[in-house]
């Protein structure tokens, strides 16, 4: 059997081809998800130890939260504790160091944009045993007031070296510096790609807005204390709220904070593989069932010499494995030029991630190896199992047999289905915020295509063969009538992928759609500012330079932070309790804003109901930063949408707990009797140093964020074109085997005179049907369950609803393309069919 399943492969390459490359495609997203994680996850684990590199032990503030200090939510600490740390026993050196936000400019002015990574400006290490692996590229650190390095990348972005005067914008404003020194860590170019900008210690300090006080305090023990030993030692010296660790635990959990980030980055890649892998799995289902169909004799003629049910069995399971295991090799192969393929994908939409040499670990070839090889012989089980049925009688047959029959168990299972998905959807869509009951939904109308696939497709081709179009359409329609089992099959591996993008489109659009009614609704400012890159923010200096323009009535300051609220991670948003009601209505349903102040809150209606609380209760946050507040609800409002947040605290009040003072977003409202366009030109001047600050009036602001949501469908939609590729397979695949399968047939047609041209379009209109079908069913779950998942992300933000019908009636056409394109292969094959040896009695 080991011979003959070996040759039966090999006598069949084309088939053999297809099948393994449907396979492939899935196992490479598989494969390259874990390496790109597994290999940023490395550039990351080497950035900070490289980092850490020379330092035993690190002081910093208590934080009740790992996460919130991976992200920079540590308060500083008073620079003093340096001098207590020296003087415990064992410390052979310490130095204190800040980091914060500081934004280099080009020879032209503008930001040096490292494509969403942070933009750094950081204090220089004195003592190089404590600098890690900071290294000087050329000229020396800087050691006066108005000098500065720059890391070795931002440098060559910007044409910069030793010697030239460049600018940087901080938290209070604009300053130039000459650049000393040009810096590099270990052999990479950058921080993980962000910019970085270094000054003297002092320098460093007042800049960052953090004068006499430090981030963190490296310390180097002495010769022959450890550094666990010396942790310990520290932790008996320092105040309360400090606490000591070891380099290496800093540096783990810097490392686990980035790698929790990476896994849901990497369950995500691997839902876009699992799609493909499904759409993989009905396209080998599919080419089991016809090859077991066309093989009928020759499996009769084994089961007549002799051979047993079990033996036909494993030979097709058999043959299933090889082809995984095939696929499984090529796909590991693809994944890693696949991996590189993505990241430069997230490259071109703004998302640089850091890299370095290609990580393939043993989990990954494991899972490749698992992927590859099970999906492929579970997919090919059922039609292994239908094999072992054939009856030895069989091989007396001249003609494979066309299964056309339906149960009707299976088909009253299949409508039940459909009809309890679309109850499911449709509750879902009415009730909102029911983000289970949309899945199952979804789920139940996928099975429900799965059972009811092949009534569907014979009451799709019985309207085809119905119509006036010709008889090309009503002989495609009848020959999916005889196989409609297959016919299904094929189909739905393109509604898998249709079915996700349609749904993401309908999400897309009702975010766009409740992004232009909450400007609309609750907006009343005239210009929305914020920074241009989305990891930057805007300085606090460019609200006290608003409030002196004449043009400017009102100015909103708004700052966004991480909490925790009854242990549930929170955003907490500050502003100017002032401003509030004349640049946005938020909603008021209970309380007043007069009785906004420091102590108290603006809680949501949707928080207050999670919270059961009301006006005049406490509420207890819990910063990173410095634990436990308790304030007083002063009122309730019902536009969180609007401000992104369901707390809403006083300037004062979040800045005594939140130690960066840079705003999210700025909002103005122009003076009486001064037009919109004036007031932006005047804001345009007053802000001439700040060209890292986006102005722009609400259908601007609305425009951009709508182009950020059409982006990552792009995205997505790009990632899912490799299982579309799959499906495309699948129905070239099913084409060609139905080709060679209906042989006979197509020189019967050639011999009572049918041309050539006349087959190849019987055979392109049986792809576009199958494709037809497949695009409707996808479109029309697509968008019932984007509809009901819209609706259910009502409390993220989507109030409205908004279906693209011209974008799905596009997906439809480009469904029928495919299906010509698809066919172009199969119909060529098939008018080249001999007529003498087709209809030549076996």
């Not at 606490?243 to 800093?250: F, G, S």
């Not at 399968?741 to 047609?749: A, P, S, V, W």
């Not at 509809?787 to 908004?802: K, P, V, W, Y």
Request: with cysteine; net charge neutral; aromatic share 4%.
């Amino acid at each position: 059997m080991l011979r003959y399943s070996l040759r039966s492969l090999l006598a069949h390459k084309l088939r053999l081809v297809l099948t393994v490359a449907a396979v492939t495609v899935g196992v490479a997203f598989v494969s390259a998800s874990f390496v790109l994680s597994d290999t940023m996850g490395k550039a990351f684990d080497e950035l900070f130890a490289g980092l850490a590199k020379g330092t035993d032990v690190v002081v910093r503030a208590e934080s009740i939260d790992a996460n919130a200090t991976a992200r920079g939510q540590v308060r500083p600490l008073d620079e003093d504790i340096v001098d207590t740390v020296r003087k415990v026993s064992g410390v052979a050196a310490a130095e204190g160091s800040v980091t914060g936000f500081a934004l280099i400019l080009d020879k032209d002015g503008q930001p040096i944009q490292p494509g969403g990574a942070p933009t750094l400006g950081s204090s220089t290490s004195t003592d190089s045993d404590l600098s890690g692996n900071f290294s000087l590229r050329s000229g020396q650190v800087p050691a006066a007031p108005d000098e500065m390095a720059v890391d070795a990348a931002s440098a060559a972005k910007a044409g910069y070296k030793v010697g030239d005067r460049a600018a940087v914008i901080f938290e209070d404003g604009t300053e130039e510096f000459t650049i000393t020194g040009i810096v590099g860590f270990g052999d990479t170019d950058s921080l993980a790609g962000a910019t970085l900008a270094s000054f003297e210690t002092a320098t460093a300090q007042k800049l960052l807005g953090k004068a006499g006080k430090f981030d963190q305090i490296d310390v180097r023990a002495a010769d022959g204390i450890s550094a666990v030993d010396l942790r310990d030692e520290l932790a008996q010296a320092l105040p309360a709220g400090t606490e000591a660790l070891t380099a290496d635990q800093v540096s783990g959990e810097s490392a686990q904070a980035i790698r929790d980030g990476l896994g849901i980055f990497t369950n995500v890649l691997l839902t876009f593989a699992g799609v493909s892998l499904l759409v993989g799995s009905f396209v080998i289902w599919n080419t089991f069932n016809v090859l077991v169909a066309q093989r009928r004799r020759e499996v009769a003629l084994l089961r007549a010499v002799g051979a047993k049910g079990g033996q036909v069995l494993g030979g097709i399971i058999l043959e299933a494995g090889l082809i995984g295991l095939v696929s499984a090799g090529l796909g590991l192969a693809a994944g890693v030029g696949l991996a590189g393929g993505i990241r430069s994908l997230l490259a071109a939409v703004g998302i640089e991630v850091p890299t370095t040499a290609a990580v393939v670990e043993p989990r990954t070839i494991v899972a490749a190896l698992l992927v590859g090889v099970v999906i492929t012989v579970v997919a090919a089980v059922v039609p292994a199992v239908s094999a072992t049925r054939v009856a030895p009688m069989e091989a007396l047959r001249t003609a494979t047999p066309a299964d056309g029959s339906i149960g009707r168990s299976r088909s009253t299972v299949g409508i039940l289905l459909l009809a309890a998905s679309a109850a499911a959807l449709a509750t879902a869509a009415l009730l909102k915020d029911q983000l289970v009951l949309t899945g199952l939904g979804a789920l139940a109308g996928f099975a429900g295509l799965v059972v009811a696939g092949p009534l569907l497709a014979r009451a799709m081709a019985g309207l085809a063969n119905r119509g006036r179009a010709g008889g090309g359409w009503s002989l495609a329609a009848r020959n999916i009538t005889r196989a409609p089992k297959r016919a299904a099959a094929t189909a739905l591996a393109l509604t898998i992928g249709l079915t996700v993008v349609c749904a993401v489109a309908v999400v897309a659009s009702s975010t766009k759609a409740s992004v232009t009614d909450l400007l609309s609704g609750g907006n009343r400012a005239d210009l929305i500012l914020q920074a241009a890159s989305p990891t930057g923010g805007v300085s606090p200096a460019v609200a006290r330079i608003l409030d002196q323009q004449a043009e400017v009535d009102a100015v909103l300051e708004l700052r966004f932070s991480q909490a925790t609220v009854a242990n549930k991670s929170a955003s907490i948003i500050g502003l100017t309790r002032d401003t509030v009601d004349h640049v946005m209505d938020l909603g008021i349903t209970a309380g007043s804003l007069a009785d906004f102040r420091n102590g108290s809150l603006l809680l949501s209606t949707k928080q207050a109901k999670q919270l059961d609380a009301g006006v005049g209760d406490t509420v207890t946050i819990t910063f990173p930063e410095t634990g436990e507040r308790s304030y007083e609800v002063a009122a309730l409002f019902e536009r969180d949408a609007l401000v992104g947040a369901g707390y809403l605290l006083t300037l004062d009040d979040y800045a005594g707990n939140v130690t960066s003072r840079m705003d999210a977003a700025v909002m103005v409202t122009a003076a009486s009797g001064v037009a919109a366009g004036k007031l932006q030109q005047q804001v345009d001047d007053a802000l001439a140093d700040f060209p890292n600050v986006q102005v722009s009036d609400p259908t601007e602001f609305a425009k951009s964020q709508q182009a950020s949501v059409d982006q990552m469908l792009g995205l997505v939609t790009a990632l899912l074109a490799l299982a579309v590729i799959v499906a495309v397979l699948g129905i070239i695949n099913t084409l060609v085997l139905s080709v060679v399968e209906r042989t006979r047939e197509l020189g019967l047609m050639r011999a009572v005179g049918a041309t050539r041209r006349q087959v190849r379009t019987v055979i392109r209109r049986e792809s576009v049907l199958m494709s037809l079908f497949g695009a409707i069913a996808g479109v029309l779950l697509g968008t019932g369950a984007g509809i009901a998942l819209a609706r259910a992300m009502n409390g993220e933000g989507i109030s409205s609803l908004d279906v693209p019908l011209a974008s799905l009636a596009v997906y439809v056409v480009v469904a029928a393309v495919i299906g010509v394109l698809a066919a172009i292969g199969p119909a060529r094959r098939a008018s080249r069919v001999d007529v003498l040896r087709a209809i030549t009695v076996d």
